[in-house]
């Protein structure tokens, strides 16, 4: 936890809150918007949080400040990355009606900007420590539009394990499309997985998912039959964690990841995150696969794979990846929990 004052000039402070939040890694995707502004998805999705890599965010009110102040891992955040938080702050000003700017301090233990969700833990963090510092007294499921707003999948990393995110319904006004998308918790029984993350590239990528999915919905002739056939997905998705069927969630999380990726290597122009190393790993996963391990292929918008596997295989899972790619590093990451407030001061 960061509780150190930021670097520049003294600004008086106010209420201040901490939170934590961690990663989530989507089974079913989320992959492009019916609502830029609102970030309402197309489709539903649903995803496992991490127990690695967790953001750490304090959000500090600062009365006598003129300009919001943002800093990532120590250093002043520039261009997009600011954008998105002050106008994320903006947000939580209108609702809490109070004006004042903020001093917002993160630290990022994933990578940022390299297809590992940093966004997703980064505005889950953001939500519950500047909605604590405003003073908007929110549940989970508030917290988790809330941090929506920031990025479509924080939404998830607002609750640990698995979560399911409601697409939603856009029938009425803009309130109650927006009441109706959030995430919430998914039971499972009996299932004990890991995810084996390959990091292959840890380097910003070239085109930022939130313009990848742009172009693909705009763009793609096989968006359309992947958003369809992600329905199907999405209800085998469940059936098979209720039932703790570590095999078939891995085969529904693998075909909707590479039908994902179909969609935007269509695209015009086309959206190619995988490397060469990908397709290595990839092909690491077949042959564990023949081996008679259940391991499963899971990649976003970078060249990183996630390999979905039970807990109890791994460590073998693990060591055939880091042969496969001895470039790379590797990771093994359990459920994880959903984001909660470290620390609150001055309210
Ligand atoms: C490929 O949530 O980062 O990881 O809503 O535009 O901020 P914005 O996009 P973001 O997209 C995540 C896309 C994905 C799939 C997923 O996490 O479901």
């Given at each position: 936890m960061?509780?150190?004052?930021?670097?520049?000039?003294?600004?008086?402070?106010?209420?201040?809150?901490?939170?934590?939040?961690?990663?989530?890694?989507?089974?079913?995707?989320?992959?492009?918007?019916?609502?830029?502004?609102?970030?309402?998805?197309?489709?539903?999705?649903?995803?496992?949080t991490?127990?690695?890599?967790?953001?750490?965010?304090?959000?500090?009110l600062?009365?006598?400040?003129?300009?919001?102040?943002?800093?990532?891992?120590?250093?002043?955040?520039?261009?997009?990355?600011?954008?998105?938080?002050?106008?994320?702050?903006?947000?939580?000003r209108?609702?809490?009606?109070?004006?004042?700017?903020?001093?917002?301090d993160?630290?990022?233990?994933?990578?940022?900007g390299?297809?590992?969700?940093?966004?997703?833990?980064?505005?889950?963090?953001l939500?519950?420590?500047?909605?604590?510092?405003?003073?908007?007294?929110?549940?989970?499921?508030?917290?988790?539009?809330?941090?929506?707003?920031g990025?479509?999948?924080?939404?998830?990393?607002?609750?640990?394990?698995?979560?399911?995110w409601?697409?939603?319904h856009s029938?009425?006004t803009?309130?109650?499309?927006?009441?109706?998308?959030?995430?919430?918790?998914?039971?499972?029984?009996?299932?004990?997985?890991?995810?084996?993350?390959?990091?292959?590239?840890?380097?910003?990528?070239?085109?930022?998912?939130?313009?990848?999915?742009?172009?693909?919905?705009?763009?793609?002739?096989?968006?359309?039959?992947?958003a369809?056939?992600?329905?199907?997905?999405?209800?085998?998705?469940?059936?098979?964690?209720r039932?703790?069927?570590?095999?078939?969630?891995?085969?529904?999380?693998?075909?909707?990841?590479?039908?994902?990726?179909?969609?935007?290597?269509?695209?015009?122009?086309?959206?190619r995150?995988?490397?060469?190393?990908?397709?290595?790993?990839?092909?690491?996963?077949?042959?564990?696969?023949?081996?008679?391990i259940g391991?499963?292929?899971?990649?976003?918008?970078?060249?990183?794979?996630?390999?979905?596997?039970?807990?109890?295989?791994?460590?073998?899972?693990?060591?055939?990846?880091?042969?496969?790619?001895?470039?790379?590093s590797?990771?093994i990451?359990g459920?994880?929990?959903?984001?909660?407030?470290?620390?609150?001061?001055?309210?």
């Amino acid at each position: 936890m960061r509780t150190e004052q930021p670097a520049g000039p003294h600004v008086p402070g106010g209420p201040a809150a901490t939170a934590v939040a961690h990663p989530n890694i989507a089974l079913v995707k989320y992959w492009g918007k019916r609502d830029e502004e609102l970030f309402l998805p197309r489709t539903d999705s649903l995803s496992m949080t991490l127990d690695i890599f967790p953001t750490t965010t304090r959000v500090r009110l600062a009365p006598a400040a003129e300009h919001d102040r943002v800093t990532l891992n120590g250093r002043p955040a520039t261009g997009e990355a600011k954008r998105r938080v002050i106008a994320f702050l903006e947000l939580v000003r209108e609702r809490s009606g109070t004006a004042h700017r903020a001093v917002v301090d993160t630290e990022n233990t994933v990578p940022t900007g390299a297809g590992l969700a940093s966004s997703a833990s980064g505005f889950a963090a953001l939500a519950v420590a500047a909605a604590a510092a405003y003073g908007l007294e929110q549940d989970a499921t508030a917290l988790s539009r809330l941090a929506r707003r920031g990025s479509g999948s924080a939404s998830r990393s607002v609750f640990g394990a698995f979560a399911l995110w409601h697409a939603g319904h856009s029938g009425g006004t803009a309130a109650q499309a927006d009441l109706s998308s959030y995430a919430e918790p998914v039971h499972t029984a009996g299932l004990d997985p890991a995810l084996v993350i390959a990091v292959l590239d840890a380097g910003p990528k070239a085109v930022s998912s939130r313009e990848a999915m742009r172009r693909t919905l705009d763009t793609s002739p096989l968006y359309e039959p992947w958003a369809r056939s992600s329905t199907d997905d999405l209800a085998d998705m469940r059936a098979a964690l209720r039932r703790g069927d570590l095999d078939a969630v891995g085969e529904v999380a693998e075909r909707n990841a590479l039908g994902m990726h179909a969609t935007m290597l269509a695209a015009r122009p086309a959206v190619r995150y995988l490397a060469p190393a990908s397709l290595t790993v990839l092909d690491s996963v077949l042959q564990l696969r023949r081996d008679g391990i259940g391991a499963y292929a899971t990649m976003d918008a970078g060249p990183n794979v996630k390999v979905l596997c039970r807990r109890t295989d791994a460590g073998r899972v693990a060591a055939a990846v880091r042969g496969a790619v001895p470039g790379g590093s590797v990771h093994i990451a359990g459920p994880g929990p959903g984001a909660r407030l470290l620390a609150r001061d001055g309210r």
